[in-house]
């Protein structure tokens, strides 16, 4: 949320928490809020969900389901105006993420689905 809020990731050590697909992905996001002068207010919810997990392997991987939760979650311009949500926009809906347990004992994002077809 801290680099939707600014529409960047300058200071907001996303990379220590996302990696390879899913940092390339949050970052195309961002640079796109950028150059259309949209940031976030609001909060997002989740209720996250592990769904697989495997910790018996060289690299401990899990799939965790979140239903993505958007009722508190208000895009604007940078100049305070408020940017409506598509129409076909569902409130809720589910993303996917594949997480990795890399040597430093920190789970990393390495790719993120989000289905604003599939609700919740």
């Not at 907001?12 to 949209?38: I, V």
């Not at 390495?110 to 919740?120: A, L, M, R, S």
Request: net charge negative; charged share 30%.
């Amino acid at each position: 949320m801290k680099a939707y809020r600014v529409a960047s990731p300058d200071g907001t050590k996303l990379d220590d928490f996302a990696t390879l697909d899913a940092l390339s992905a949050f970052e195309r996001d961002l640079a796109h809020m950028k150059k259309n002068h949209t940031v976030i207010r609001g909060e997002l919810g989740h209720e996250p969900e592990v769904t697989a997990l495997d910790v018996d392997v060289k690299l401990p991987t899990a799939t965790v389901e979140d239903c993505i939760d958007l009722s508190k979650w208000k895009a604007e311009r940078t100049t305070g105006e408020p940017i409506p949500l598509p129409t076909a926009q569902p409130l809720r809906y589910t993303a996917t993420a594949t997480v990795e347990r890399w040597d430093n004992n920190r789970w990393m994002v390495t790719e993120y689905k989000p289905d604003g077809n599939q609700t919740c």
